[in-house]
């Protein structure tokens, strides 16, 4: 069997994504929750942080073949999607998240993550 090298190199640049997304994420919901003034000024939202780590881990879930986790992942994400653009939508933009008393992410970047959600669940069935 041959190696194709352009499909390994492919695979390998998706995989660092996914490990970095996942980083991100994690990183972003540990120092959102748990350092309550935010002292770095370039740090995610607790909020968008959790989307970026649910991102993560559906394209990792993809990229393995781990179906129940990229379904799992995936209606998570539509889930704090559609909870985003509903608060936003009720309270006008103005107060914090019920997840993590904190700014909420905006609600053009929920309307992307809600128009591009069902790309990952796409091949789950």
Known sequence: MRINTRQLALETLLLMI???LVCMGVV????G???P????FATLLPDGALVTLLVGIALLATLQGWGKTRVISVLSLFLVVTYTLVHNSLEGGRGDSWLSNG???TSLSAGFFFNDWG?????AF
């Open 18 to 20: 996914s490990a970095t």
């Open 28 to 31: 972003g919901v540990v120092v």
């Open 33 to 35: 929750l748990s350092v």
């Open 37 to 40: 003034t935010r002292p770095f």
């Open 103 to 105: 700014p909420r992410i």
């Open 119 to 123: 790309v990952f669940l796409g091949g």
